[in-house]
T-cell receptor, first 108, second 113 residues
Framework: SQQGEEDPQALSIQEGENATMNCSYK?????LQWYRQNSGRGLVHLIL?????REKHSGRLRVTLDTSKKSSSLLITASRAADTASYFCATVDNDMRFGAGTRLTVKP | NAGVTQTPKFRVLKTGQSMTLLCAQDMNHEYMYWYRQDPGMGLRLIHYSVGEGTTAKGEVPDGYNVSRLKKQNFLLGLESAAPSQTSVYFCASSPLGRNQPQHFGDGTRLSIL
């Protein structure tokens, strides 16, 4: 069963804009991970944030975690057409469970 | 460095047929996983392995069997294929525990008619 739920389900923006995707979950977690999936390919790990961390950065990616609200957000700054993909959050307690994903389209 | 390789990439089966999906990793990872991905749903864990010779059930194991005879290979078998098993199957591996980042193959697209 899914643990994380991404919002929105789909997002379309222009190149250069920022993209924000959210993930909500229901139970306590050990860590939360974000993955990217290009069309027809496997998932690629982007970033892991532990339950005692509030924010992490990796290049143009910024992830926040609010355990009191049981939510996380992924911000992609200065988006590029190559960022077009589906983005999944995975919540980790004893198991890793994936949400249904946000489909991001970046128009050139 | 190939990472995680899945074969075949596509397959069409008739109901009742059997087949085996192969996953190979060259990263010397201990943990390996099989997932299925269906439209509108996240990945669901079918079976996993914490090391050579071990297997364990995931969230949706019914209708599938697995084997890990060699550390680098993880096989997923469908004993008697059903239309409900039409899906995209992903294999993944991780060096340490199940809570660590996983490396994925590019999937096997399986259709059961």
């Amino acid at each position: 069963s899914q643990q994380g739920e991404e919002d929105p389900q789909a997002l379309s923006i222009q190149e250069g804009e920022n993209a924000t995707m959210n993930c909500s979950y229901k139970t306590s977690i050990n860590n939360l991970q974000w993955y990217r999936q290009n069309s027809g390919r496997g998932l690629v790990h982007l970033i892991l944030i532990r339950s005692n961390e509030r924010e992490k950065h990796s290049g143009r990616l910024r992830v926040t975690l609010d355990t009191s609200k049981k939510s996380s957000s992924l911000l992609i700054t200065a988006s590029r057409a190559a960022d077009t993909a589906s983005y999944f959050c995975a919540t980790v307690d004893n198991d890793m469970r994936f949400g249904a994903g946000t489909r991001l389209t970046v128009k050139p | 460095n190939a990472g995680v390789t899945q074969t075949p990439k596509f397959r069409v089966l008739k109901t009742g047929q059997s087949m085996t999906l192969l996953c190979a990793q060259d990263m010397n990872h201990e943990y390996m996983y099989w997932y299925r991905q269906d439209p509108g749903m996240g990945l669901r864990l079918i079976h996993y392995s914490v090391g050579e010779g071990t297997t364990a059930k995931g969230e949706v194991p019914d209708g599938y069997n697995v084997s890990r005879l060699k550390k680098q290979n993880f096989l997923l078998g469908l004993e008697s294929a059903a239309p409900s098993q039409t899906s995209v199957y992903f294999c993944a591996s991780s060096p340490l525990g199940r809570n660590q980042p996983q490396h994925f193959g590019d999937g096997t697209r399986l259709s059961i008619l």
